[in-house]
């Protein structure tokens, strides 16, 4: 039977999230103990704030190791915003933190040197579109049927992978090419809000359960 973990390190409302994975007729818990955490067939991080604090929590309930363990059994694991920034290495948000380092790349401002009047937080709806154009998605938490659906953002912060193949779909804002899915393996994270983005938000958390 899967049982889908939601990681709970106080970092963000996740009542939403536990509401979209019940809709969607999975069990589903919230926890930071480790042992349920590794058991788990698919786990879920969350996470709203800022980057130095999540991984302040995540060391707190010693959970570093207990993600990089479950991730080894290649399980899936999805980053939701803020969690899918942590999966990455490094993060320069107030400083210099690093992360969990199962996704190459960094986490840096949103900028745009041609268009000083862009607004941080980029909050709002945005159109995903695969990476180069490309007509199709092979990954498993996007279909094509999703390709130039809107999804919900709230974030000051993108996601850089070092490999550009590892980012699997982004949106345009402001003129702004922003990073909205990445993935390397089972391991996947969203910078948008599945669990705030209607039905295509609802598929995207199917296709994750189904894995």
Known sequence: MKKITIIDYECGNILNLVRAIKFLDYEVETTHDNKKIINSSHVILPGVGAFG???????????????????????????????????????????????????????????????????VPHIGWNELYPVNNEKEWKNKILKNSL??????????????????????????????????VVSVNNVFGCQFHPEKSSDNGLNVLKNFCEI
């Open 53 to 119: 604090n999540a991984m302040k929590q995540i060391e707190k309930y010693n959970l570093r190791n207990t993600i990089l363990e479950y991730a080894k059994f290649n399980k899936p694991l999805l980053g939701i915003c803020l969690g899918m920034q942590i999966l990455l290495t490094t993060s320069y948000e107030f400083g210099f933190h690093k992360g969990l380092g199962l996704i190459e790349g960094e986490v840096i401002k949103i900028s745009n040197k041609k268009n000083k009047e862009i607004k």
């Open 147 to 180: 390709i130039g659906k809107s999804f919900y953002f709230v974030h000051s912060f993108v996601c850089l992978t070092k490999k550009p193949e590892e980012t699997i779909a982004v949106c345009n804002y402001s003129g702004i090419s922003i990073p909205a």
